[in-house]
């Protein structure tokens, strides 16, 4: 029996939460991830819309390498970089992943986690995922 895990990404660092979502997802968990344009990528927002900016505008419009624009696929793009997403195991993983911009209205009354060491304490400059989503 596969369990779902609702996760509040709301002031969680990126690269911690989709470590650990990553992780849950490959101990068999199925995960739904909300709020992810609210997460944070930690260091000075210019050098971060610099770099992103690059990636976004690397490669060619139709044979790639292709990096998402909204911030739900961002994260998305995110956690699955941390799976092995072209072993078999990894894309089972990966299927039982949903991400979702805001709380949608079916999940309100959902118990969200917030997942341990995740947190932005809000000790470094930042830039949300939303606000890098709105920029490029």
């Known amino acids: 029996m596969i369990t779902m895990i609702y996760v509040d990404a709301n002031n969680q660092v990126l690269g911690r939460l989709a470590s650990s979502v990553?992780?849950?997802l490959m101990g068999?968990?199925?995960?739904?991830?909300?709020?992810?344009?609210k997460a944070v990528v930690i260091g000075n927002p210019k050098?971060?819309?610099e770099s992103y900016g690059e990636k976004r505008e690397r490669?060619?419009?139709?044979?790639?390498?292709?990096?998402?624009k909204k911030p739900g696929l961002i994260l998305r793009r995110s956690?699955?970089?941390?799976?092995?997403?072209?072993a078999p195991r990894g894309m089972e993983a990966f299927?039982?992943?949903?991400?979702?911009?805001?709380?949608p209205e079916d999940l309100k009354d959902k118990q969200f986690r917030?997942?341990?060491?995740?947190?932005?304490?809000?000790?470094f400059?930042?830039?949300?995922?939303?606000r890098l989503a709105d920029t490029i």
């Not at 299927?95 to 709380?103: A, E």
């Not at 917030?114 to 000790?123: D, R, V």
């Not at 400059?125 to 939303?130: A, D, F, L, R, V």
Request: glycine residues 12%.
């Open 22 to 24: 990553a992780k849950l």
């Open 28 to 37: 068999g968990e199925a995960v739904s991830v909300v709020n992810a344009e």
């Open 47 to 49: 050098a971060i819309l």
């Open 59 to 68: 490669g060619d419009p139709y044979h790639g390498p292709f990096y998402p």
């Open 79 to 86: 956690i699955r970089g941390m799976l092995p997403y072209k």
């Open 95 to 103: 299927k039982r992943l949903k991400v979702f911009i805001s709380v």
């Open 114 to 123: 917030e997942l341990k060491g995740t947190a932005n304490k809000g000790e």
């Open 125 to 130: 400059k930042s830039i949300t995922i939303g």
